[in-house]
């Protein structure tokens, strides 16, 4: 007789059960490389991040699915009263998912659909899918065969640029009236003589840093003035220690005249750079610092042989103007009939 939560298929058992961030973490980490949506945000630095910065009296339902005593799947889930959804929120997590190793989506969504159909629940809202997520190509099927109603919408867009592999290359890509308009603001930034890049990657470095980033992205024009909360700043504080630490954050600035007029915050995982959040003083408007800092840090991609400059969740102009195209962001509510 088979046991509660176990799945047996293809001669192996496979079991679900409820985990925790320090148990998982070591196992986690190994598993993503094997997974094909394997992402920055699906990371346990960044996961348990989130929930210890915005968890609050929200129920944490981290799910691992094991085959044969091998961890081959992570649910990241958390319980908001009646309704269950993806540790995360689309304010400050601009992708999330399930995590399945390549070959074992079908078993472990499988096994999740039947843990779930023993729980009480009313709606499970899934935010921040890519049209590639696990969630739209296994759960979403899966949870429709089974008669559960499934609503799909366009939630946002998130424009990305497959990186070529000279500066050259990028050029071209642009539209002429584009790339007539990046050469102009290069070359005015130039003729200051006195502009000058600096990247951060050390988490000592980058910790030390913090502090004039904050700076730059208060003084930043638009909708980051009202954006950085105390709880939110809180959450960058942790969220980037944590990432730090394993490699995967650079800090960029651009000076001019020995002042720091802009920053970017990126994200280098996997062979993408994400560019997370940015800030300049608008003081130096007039240069394009934000911008000019933004082509650089899309530059360095190409120089160092990166597959894609993501520019993540969001709409703005500028964007287009570099030349990324849109991704579409997906979201789904699955509800009990």
């Known amino acids: 007789m ?23 973490e070591q196992e986690w980490r190994e598993l993503l490389p094997q997974c094909p949506n394997n992402h920055v945000f699906l990371t346990p630095e ?39 959804s993806f540790i995360g929120s689309p304010d400050v997590c601009d992708y999330m998912d399930f995590i399945a190793r390549e070959g074992e989506e079908k078993a472990v969504m499988s096994l999740l659909l039947d843990r779930l159909a023993a729980m009480s629940w009313e709606s499970i809202a899934l935010h921040s899918l890519l049209p590639r997520s696990l969630a739209l190509a296994h759960f ?23 990186l070529p592999s000279t500066w050259d290359g990028y050029m071209s890509l642009l539209a002429k009236k584009q790339r007539h308009e990046l050469r102009r603001k290069l070359r005015r930034l130039d003729q200051t003589r006195s502009a000058s890049f600096h990247s951060v990657t050390d988490r000592g470095g980058i910790v030390a840093e913090l502090e004039c980033f904050f700076r730059l992205f208060e003084l930043s024009e638009g909708e980051k003035a009202g954006f950085m909360t105390e709880e939110r700043r809180a959450f960058f504080e942790t969220m980037v220690r944590a990432l730090a630490a394993r490699g995967y954050v650079r800090l960029w600035f651009l000076e001019i005249g020995r002042v720091r007029a802009a920053t970017v915050l990126c994200f280098d995982y996997g062979n993408d750079l994400y560019l997370y959040n940015s800030g300049y003083d608008s003081e130096y408007s007039s240069l394009s610092a934000g911008l000019i800092l933004k082509v650089h840090c899309l530059e360095q991609g190409i120089v160092e042989g990166k597959r894609r400059f993501d520019f993540l969740r969001g709409s703005e102009p500028y964007k287009y103007n570099l030349g990324a195209e849109d991704v579409l962001l997906y979201r789904c509510v699955i509800s009990r009939s």
């Open 2 to 24: 088979a046991c509660a939560g176990c799945y047996t298929g293809h001669a192996m058992d496979y079991s679900i059960a409820r985990g925790s961030f320090a148990g998982l």
């Open 140 to 162: 979403v099927p899966e949870a429709e065969r089974r008669g559960y109603r499934v609503d799909t919408t366009v939630e946002d867009v998130s424009p990305q640029l497959v």
């Open 46 to 84: 960044w996961q348990s991040a989130w929930w210890r910065a915005f968890g609050g009296d929200d129920a944490l339902m981290l799910f691992s699915v094991q085959r044969d005593g091998e961890l081959v799947g992570v649910v990241p889930f958390m319980r908001q009263g009646a309704g269950l």
